[in-house]
């Protein structure tokens, strides 16, 4: 069976940093899409940043571009997502997601969060301004 666990999420102050954690287990493809999505209160889901299904791109959302860096395996089993100067608009629960999409670009996973395969339960993160 498919899992996920995500890890790493807590409370930090403004202009703090956090590192996210994510591993999976059980998925049945040699290549495949990973990626960080978040949710903030009120607001929609939305991709922060993804590795492609062949992990040769990797896409940052235009708000945490400079900020944020995702890395990860050549399997991607693990994938680590750090985080540097946080702001509070970066409050919500980040989730770790798969997609078994060899062909799929970064941008398209990240802009498609209803297509990915498998989630993660989510960790919270809460920055305090």
């Known amino acids: 069976d498919v899992q996920l666990q995500a890890y790493g999420g807590g409370s930090v102050q403004t202009g703090g940093y956090l590192t996210l954690s994510c591993e999976v287990s059980?998925?049945?493809?040699?290549?495949?899409?990973i990626g960080w999505f978040r949710q903030a209160p009120g607001k929609e889901r939305e991709g922060v940043s993804c590795?492609?299904?062949?992990?040769?791109?990797?896409f940052y959302a235009d708000s945490v571009k400079g900020r944020f860096t995702f890395s990860s395996n050549s399997a991607r089993k693990t994938a680590h997502l750090q985080m540097h100067s946080l702001k509070s608009e970066d409050t919500a629960v980040y989730y770790c997601?798969?997609?078994?999409?060899?062909?799929?670009?970064?941008?398209?996973?990240?802009?498609?969060?209803?297509?990915?395969?498998?989630w993660g339960k989510g960790t919270l993160v809460t920055v305090s301004s």
């Open positions: 590795i492609g299904g062949t992990g040769a791109s990797t």
């Open positions: 059980g998925f049945p493809f040699d290549e495949y899409a």
């Open positions: 997601a798969v997609r078994a999409m060899p062909q799929a670009t970064s941008w398209y996973v990240c802009t498609h969060a209803s297509g990915m395969d498998y």
